[in-house]
């Protein structure tokens, strides 16, 4: 007999409505709603009857862009499967989705079995992959197929980083036309890698080798003319596009230019380009390393803009790219040499929580809070409703939500395997209690109850979002 779960009181709020409903799971999944003191939830008998007086009642996240273990830069993004997801559960996200990675001569099957060893059994929420395509062959184009048919039916092509994930705009039109056949959704890093790689070789011979030239050199008008190049390029091969990390304010106007004409074109920011600026990268004694990721952080002045495209849905989502490097001993390889310093930043423990800070701070909405972290990112990647949403038939994947929780965000605190926080001394209203992965809790009013191998891979359909 699986066990009964009785959610009671608490402002169950999904991205199409908020109800003072208590929910009822069994076992894995929930099973109905009924509004709070009705006849029929008072009806309810269950095993375990949880108080969410005063609290949400949300979906769990969905962070569609994690690179746990990524080797990259030299060394390895530190979180491993097992330290990463549990950090996202003590965040409220309980589904990620990473990317694992094609090698240069290696077939995409390796790639794949390599990251499936990497997270199974260690993971303490569900979890899926996209997969990057370093080499785009004959091959790895009839692997795609493969891949979308095992549930991994998105690709991620990068117009940035030349001799490591960098595909020519022939490899990208390929892959495009691929995608659009097997219905596999093409991710696209969009920077023009050539042109930052003369001006990342002039910045260190002018001796321009701080933190803060990393911003510089990867010039917004560069992520702007590869957005509307890699749009140009879907739109010739009939292809959906999803750009991921969009900063720059240029880049996001391309994006509603082609949305505007009716293009299957989506977008995706981030918390770090929402909060963070080139005042950080500016920071001094090196600090500025803290905050190197590509694309880089753009001016303040461009938040307005990324917040504006979050409410207009020219973006859709809000991800991570959860791909953190301690500052001592990762950061520190580029001291002298900005291009050495290896891109990411930590961030997937706070995303629910500063998107939580920006529903108060009026940037957004309560429901889209929820629809960009966790209904959009599920329909996207092909998980809805069984992530995304609280509805009967889902997976009790449920945060207890406290909006009034007041909390000072720092690396002394947090759970993520990484000796700083992008957020430090940051105060947020608003923190998960409790969190539930299909039906388990697994973090208990500031206890971890989790473990690893509890999380499941996920194999996903195929984009649910298409115009
Ligand atoms: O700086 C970043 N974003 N690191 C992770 C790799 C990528 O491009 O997403
Ligand atoms: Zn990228
Ligand atoms: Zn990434």
């Keep these: 007999m699986s066990t009964r779960t009785v959610i009671r009181n608490g402002l169950v709020v999904t991205a199409a409505e908020e109800l003072a409903a208590d929910v009822l799971i069994e076992g894995e999944q929930v099973v109905a709603l009924a509004a709070s003191g009705s006849s029929v939830a008072e009806g309810w008998t269950a095993d375990r009857e949880i108080d969410a007086t005063g609290r949400y009642v949300i979906p769990g996240g969905v962070d569609a862009h994690t690179h746990m273990e990524l080797p990259f830069g030299g060394t390895s993004a530190s979180d491993t499967f097992e330290t990463g997801t549990r950090a996202a559960a003590w965040g409220g996200t309980t589904t990620i989705v990473d990317f694992a990675v094609q090698s240069v001569g290696a077939s995409l099957r390796d790639g794949l079995d390599t990251w499936h060893a990497k997270a199974q059994g260690n993971c303490a929420i569900d979890y899926g992959f ?35 994930f960098y595909s020519d705009d022939g490899r990208i039109l390929r892959a495009m036309q691929r995608g659009a056949d097997n219905g596999g959704l093409i991710m696209m890093h969009a920077e023009n890698g050539i042109a930052i790689d003369v001006l990342v070789a002039q910045a260190l011979a002018a001796g321009k080798t701080d933190p803060r030239y990393h911003g510089e050199v990867r010039h917004e008008l560069l992520e702007a003319e590869a957005t509307h190049r890699a749009i140009k390029l879907a739109q010739v091969a009939g292809a959906p596009l999803y750009v991921v990390h969009v900063s720059a304010a240029s880049a996001l106007a391309e994006l509603a230019t082609a949305r505007d004409q009716g293009l299957n074109v989506f977008g995706e920011t981030c918390p770090q380009y929402l909060f963070l600026s080139t005042d950080n990268l500016a920071e001094p004694g090196f600090e500025g390393a803290k905050y190197v990721c590509s694309t880089p952080l753009r001016p303040r002045e461009h938040q307005a803009a990324l917040w504006r495209g979050l409410r207009t849905n020219d973006l859709q989502v809000v991800s991570t790219d959860h791909c953190p490097f301690c500052f001592v001993g990762q950061k520190e390889l580029g001291r002298g040499d900005f291009s050495k310093i290896p891109n990411g930043l930590p961030g997937v423990e706070n995303r629910m929580d500063l998107l939580h800070q920006a529903v108060l701070d009026g940037h957004i909405s309560r429901r889209r809070w929820i629809e960009i972290a966790c209904a959009t990112p599920a329909r996207m990647f092909g998980l809805y409703p069984r992530k995304g949403t609280i509805a009967p038939g889902s997976d009790a994947d449920i945060v207890i939500y406290d909006p009034a929780a007041v909390q000072t965000v720092s690396a002394a605190t947090h759970h993520m395997n990484v000796d700083y926080s992008a957020y430090e001394g940051r105060q947020l209203t608003g923190q998960a209690r409790t969190v539930l992965s299909r039906g388990t809790v697994v973090i208990d009013d500031g206890r971890y109850l989790g473990r690893p191998g509890h999380g499941r891979y996920q194999p996903r359909a195929t984009c649910q979002y298409l115009i």
Excluded at 136 to 156: A, P
């Design 130 to 164: 996209h997969m990057i395509l370093g080499d785009v062959t004959e091959d790895s184009l009839k692997e795609m197929d493969l891949l979308v048919g095992e549930g991994v039916t998105s690709f991620k092509l990068f117009m940035a980083y030349p001799g490591v």
